[in-house]
């Protein structure tokens, strides 16, 4: 098939993710980064350390690193998000302990929060503490980053079913209707695994 007058334009995106950062105070905090106010995609990570293996637990995408971590960390205290029981996902276990107020679709939800937030809350700041999150920069456009976001978590549920222990099937993953034709090249400071090297977005 001959295409007249048409060329492909074929780009390459390279994304480095760096970290882990946490959402508390010290030298790893993320408020504090280099990357703080800047736009990419970030990934939360759950760190197998019995076994020295990091999961993917989140993907997402920001204008401005920072400020999403804010609006995820009140979401996880506001018991809108699953909780996992800390000790167990460190040793490569998946146990909820809370399913997350956005799943419960019943009349008595905001009840359930109100009845359960003394003891959850408690197992909310375990949680946080073993989330490390990795972030790579871009100077991508919206629709770009979300695409990739979602080429991402759709590799990784297609490719990787045994990886995604800590990844909910009910994770929204978006992308845009078609492939876009180009390639991504991925590194990362500490190997996560369902991350390929590289991708076709």
């Known amino acids: 098939m001959v295409f007249v007058g048409y060329k492909i334009m074929v780009q390459l995106i390279t994304l480095h993710f760096f970290g882990p950062y946490t959402l508390f105070k010290g030298n790893r905090s993320l408020f504090h980064s280099e990357h703080a106010k800047s736009e990419g995609i970030y990934l939360w990570v759950i760190k197998d350390r019995k076994n020295n293996l990091n999961y993917i637990h989140y993907i997402g995408e920001t204008t401005n690193f920072s400020k999403r971590q804010k ?25 909820i302990l809370w399913n997350g107020m956005w799943r419960d679709k019943t009349a008595d939800a905001a009840e359930n929060v109100l009845e359960n937030y003394g003891e959850m809350s408690r197992y909310a700041i375990d949680y946080i503490m073993i989330i490390d999150i990795y972030f790579a920069p871009t100077k991508l456009s919206l629709d770009i980053r979300r695409h990739i976001e979602g080429r991402i978590g759709w590799n990784l549920r297609k490719k990787y079913p045994e990886l995604k ?37």
């Open 165 to 201: 222990l800590f990844y909910p099937d009910d994770n929204h993953v978006g992308t845009k209707p078609e492939m876009l034709g180009h390639k991504i090249v991925i590194s990362s400071d500490e190997k996560i695994l369902g991350l390929d090297e590289e991708m076709e977005i």
């Open 71 to 95: 609006e995820h960390l009140t979401q996880v205290l506001g018991l809108n998000y699953m909780i996992l029981d800390a000790k167990s996902a460190e040793e490569g276990v998946l146990n």
